[in-house]
């Protein structure tokens, strides 16, 4: 039995909107797959760390102006919560305008809170060196607040709350070891060149190198800061968990 010409066309008209449903299926998904390699790009830029800003993408066409909207309830800084040292403003014996008698009406308080001065504290530490009577072999004496076993040339070491902020300052923030020595130097009067940064990072990162145990090769080791309080002294630090805590100051960076 032959087919007719109606079918025929009917045939047709089916292939032609069938082709039709699958040429917009092919472009949405062409669109899908350029969306999604955009996005993938974006993420492998941002995942390289840079100095300079990370970008906040394409400003917007209208802007809304800046500041607080009217009718926002007032805000303002909270008042401190103690006073370290008190100044006096006292009033000027004559007008500043039209230089007649100041009588003084009433005394209000206003509130500074800045950072205090900062100077570097030289710890030194004296090493005990002696030597095993049955081997023979050299032992050295170590306090938990070291950061390395260095004596000699190498004996001058970077503190760990130092090495603790170098770190978040670079791999938190971005910025590079040049302008970390340079802040370290203006901010704190501790000197030391961008390579004494960077040689402290390396040793920090092989000391903190992921551990997988022996027969978990699913498991992790864990990092973090950790450190603790004694009183109102900070004694902590920031350090690296690898199955437990450790702190900087206990061989860590050696």
């Known amino acids: 039995m032959g087919v007719t010409l109606e079918e025929l066309a009917a045939e047709n008209e089916r292939l ?6 699958l040429k917009r299926r092919v472009a949405e998904l062409e669109a899908v797959v350029a969306q999604l390699k955009a996005r993938l790009s974006e993420a492998e830029r941002a995942a390289k760390r840079q100095a300079a800003p990370f ?6 066409g209208n802007p809304k102006s800046p500041g607080r909207k009217p009718g926002h309830v007032a805000a303002h800084r909270a008042e401190p919560p103690r006073v370290d040292r008190m100044q006096e403003a ?10 007649g008698v100041v009588v003084e009406d009433r005394v209000e308080a206003q509130y500074q809170v800045d950072i205090p001065p900062v100077e570097p504290v030289v710890t030194q530490f004296n090493v005990h060196i002696g030597h095993c009577l049955q081997c023979g072999r050299r032992v050295q004496g170590r306090h938990q607040q070291q950061t390395s076993d260095a004596l ?4 001058v070491q970077l503190g760990p709350r130092a ?4 770190a978040e300052a670079k791999h938190e923030l971005g910025v590079p070891y040049g302008k970390i020595s340079r802040l370290m130097e203006t901010a704190f009067g501790l000197v030391a060149c961008p390579a004494a940064w960077a040689r402290a ?9 992921t551990v997988v145990p022996e027969g978990d090769p699913g498991g992790a080791a864990e ?11 900070d004694r902590g630090s920031h350090g690296l968990a690898v199955g437990f805590h450790h702190r900087v100051g206990d061989g860590l960076l050696d």
């Open 16 to 21: 032609r909107a069938e082709n039709a449903t």
């Open 55 to 60: 970008s906040k993408g394409e400003p917007k």
């Open 90 to 99: 006292p009033l000027p014996k004559q007008c500043p305008g039209c230089g």
């Open 152 to 155: 000699g040339a190498a004996a």
């Open 163 to 166: 090495l603790a902020l170098a």
């Open 201 to 209: 990072d390396q040793r920090l990162a092989r000391a903190g190198r």
């Open 223 to 233: 990092c973090g800061r950790v450190g603790r309080r004694d009183g109102m002294e």
